[in-house]
């Protein structure tokens, strides 16, 4: 495990008189392997945050879900979460082609708990493990290299009402088509299968039109 604090953590530390602190916060928590009292969490989160580093070195902060469970443990060392189909921009993926080292954080909102993850990923769409999660269209295995519970104290604590209309799920081939590709702007640019989509779902409709669906709660 390489060391967790760089010059700029110090300077801060030093400043601010937590550098014996954060040695012992670093000593208590952070480890290279799950814990056996992580699995179960890890295990049964329906969604995550996902950081990359993209080519021009921003950092890219992406929201995953999914059904609980979508993230699996699959040794002390190694997890796997699937790719679902997103916008076609492939963002995360793409930078995880080109920078390997990226950042989970995981979270309960009614509890409230979280865990953050660092550690190396690899993208495969023929990984052998694909046919265990309905919908996805690469999985993504991560070699950790750290994991630590963080502090829960600013978490505002929110109920989970339902799950997304939209989760992939055992038969995943008659879910329901995102609105956003209705938008008239993109019509050129769709598959013919997922034109015929668009008209079984009513027909094309403004980005105005999607903007006001997503502030409904209709999108």
């Known amino acids: ?72 443990v699959l040794n002390n060392k190694t997890i796997v979460f699937p790719s679902y189909d997103g916008n076609g921009m492939f963002l995360s993926m793409g930078n995880i082609q080109a920078n390997n080292k990226i950042g989970m954080l995981l979270i309960d909102f009614e509890t409230p708990h979280r865990i953050r993850i660092h550690g190396t990923a690899v993208i495969d769409k023929q990984d052998p493990l694909i046919g265990e999660f309905p919908g996805a269209t690469l999985l993504v295995r991560v070699t950790i290299s750290e994991i630590f519970v963080n502090c829960p104290r600013y978490i505002h604590q929110y109920r989970r009402v339902e799950s997304s209309k939209y989760t992939p799920q055992a038969g995943f081939e008659a879910a329901v088509a995102p609105q956003w590709k209705r938008i008239d702007a993109i019509q050129d640019v769709l598959s013919e299968q997922e034109q015929a989509g668009v008209m079984k779902q009513g027909g094309t409709i403004t980005p105005e039109e999607y903007g006001e669906m997503i502030m409904k709660g209709e999108a």
């Open 1 to 72: 495990m390489s060391e967790l604090y760089g010059q700029q953590h110090r300077l801060l530390q030093d400043e601010f008189d937590t550098t014996k602190l954060a040695d012992r916060v670093k000593e208590l928590i952070v480890v290279s392997e799950i814990p056996d009292e992580h699995k179960a969490f890890i295990e049964s989160r329906d969604m995550f945050f996902l950081t990359t580093i993209d080519h021009r070195g921003f950092p890219t902060c992406s929201y995953k879900g999914g059904a609980p469970g979508f993230v699996k």
